[in-house]
Nanobody, 117 residues
Framework: QVQVVESGGGLVQPGGSLRLSCAAS????????MNWYRQAPGKQRELVAG???????NYADSVKGRFTISRDNAKNTVYLQMNSLKPEDTAVYHC???????????WGQGTQVTVSS
């Protein structure tokens, strides 16, 4: 059974930092691209950052220079370090594990990030 579980969300002031974690089980983690998406109220889900099986990364323009995605294959975990947070970063952040095709596509339930003073 595949499980994808996020943690690390919370309430933070503008300019602050948070680190999200996502632990995956039931898959060969090193074979999967791992992605962070977010969905704010009334908005579509958007890709925030991704890291492929070979370690290459990509970011949404809105988070470049502020967020960093990384992975630890030994721990089956992907991280999202978020710095210089802004109120517009407020959203539910979802972790996604994507394998060789859409059949191997798994989602976590999400963790809430709220940036507010």
């Amino acid at each position: 059974q595949v499980q994808v579980v996020e943690s690390g969300g919370g309430l933070v002031q503008p300019g602050g930092s948070l680190r999200l974690s996502c632990a995956a089980s039931g898959i060969i983690f090193s074979f999967y691209s791992m992605n962070w998406y977010r969905q704010a109220p009334g908005k579509q889900r958007e890709l925030v950052a991704g890291i492929s099986s070979d370690g290459s990364t990509n970011y949404a323009d809105s988070v470049k220079g502020r967020f960093t995605i990384s992975r630890d294959n030994a721990k089956n975990t992907v991280y999202l370090q978020m710095n210089s947070l802004k109120p517009e970063d407020t959203a539910v952040y979802h972790c996604n594990a994507y394998g060789r095709n859409s059949y191997y596509n798994y989602w976590g339930q999400g963790t809430q990030v709220t940036v507010s003073s």
